[in-house]
């Protein structure tokens, strides 16, 4: 069965600009979806929708919106109340410093936290609501290895993405029966133009990157394979992560970060 058939023929992505984004953007308009794009920056948007709507014939609506704005529903929906969303993708969250914990002022975490726990619970309760009354729909909510323990230099990035994964594992179970397939697509290092900004080290001997094209034809191959996906051949380091003792798990998981962000 076709994405189209199985899911409606919208798809929103918040976060679609650039990166992995910009791939299940691609991607899902040549899979024969229409488009909603929300993303802070209108210039690589609008490029990417342009470029879509000329190379693709689809249709594609564009926002600039931060979606740590406490009212970013309100204005997606603004965009999306004509349309039946049948597919919501949840990618924008890698928004933050590598950093101690107290050398970030607290809005900047705060920042982190609206756009990963409040954008993404409230996103899926209303695009996810309105697939539970439809009956199909499916929501890929993006999370991180980094949310599979809680590493210095990331505290509030990481409990953020815990709480991500935690919320799709929760409601795949609960939006099963009504037809909703919800996946954790937890992503591993990936060469992205935000890692790039944060100069991460993208080609580290122990964590070479994915490719964004990759990972979206990952996350689309397996949207009804929930609760968690995780993406780039990284789910054997997952069980590694999750058989350790929190004590170690988090020693292994700061040294990580230590290690990509080339500081100790
Ligand atoms: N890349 C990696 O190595 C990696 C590893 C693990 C997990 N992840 C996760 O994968 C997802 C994508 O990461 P990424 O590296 O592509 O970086 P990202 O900064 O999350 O950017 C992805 C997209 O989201 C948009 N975006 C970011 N913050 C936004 C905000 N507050 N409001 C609206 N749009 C926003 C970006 O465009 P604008 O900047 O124009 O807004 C871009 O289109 C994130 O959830 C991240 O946590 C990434």
Redesign the pocket.
């Known amino acids: 069965m076709s994405l189209v058939d199985r899911y409606g023929d919208w798809a929103l992505i918040a976060?679609?600009?650039?990166?992995?984004?910009e791939s299940f953007a691609r991607q899902l308009a040549a899979a024969g979806l229409n488009l909603v794009l929300?993303?802070?920056?209108p210039g690589?948007l609008d490029a990417l929708a342009a470029d879509i709507r000329q190379s693709i014939g689809r249709e594609v609506r564009t926002l600039a919106?931060?979606?740590?704005r406490p009212d970013a529903i309100d204005e997606a929906r603004k965009l999306t109340d004509d349309v039946a969303v049948g597919m919501l993708i949840f990618?924008?969250?890698?928004?933050h410093r590598v950093e101690d914990f107290h050398a970030v002022p607290l809005e900047e975490w705060l920042t982190t936290l609206n756009?990963n726990v409040h954008g993404q619970t409230a996103f899926a309760h209303h695009y996810g609501g309105l697939m539970k009354q439809r009956g199909k729909g499916a929501m890929v909510l993006?999370g991180?290895?980094?949310g599979l323990a809680g590493s210095a230099r990331l505290a509030v990035y990481s409990a953020a993405?815990a709480y991500s994964t935690t919320l799709a594992e929760a409601l795949w179970y609960e939006l099963r029966p009504h037809g909703v397939d919800v996946l954790a697509l937890v992503?591993?290092?990936?060469r992205?133009p935000?890692?790039a900004r944060m100069g991460l080290d993208m080609d580290h001997p122990d964590f070479p990157?994915a490719e964004p094209d990759d990972v979206a034809a990952e996350g689309l191959a397996h949207l009804a394979d929930g609760p968690v996906w995780i993406a780039s051949g990284a789910a054997a380091h997952g069980d590694h992560i999750r058989s350790l003792s929190r004590r170690d798990a988090v020693i292994e998981m700061s040294r990580n970060t230590a290690s990509i962000s080339d500081q100790d």
């Open positions: 976060g679609g600009s650039e990166g992995v984004g929300i993303a802070r920056n690589p919106l931060d979606l740590s990618m924008a969250g890698a928004g756009c993006v991180s290895m980094a993405k992503l591993t290092a990936t992205t935000a890692m990157a």
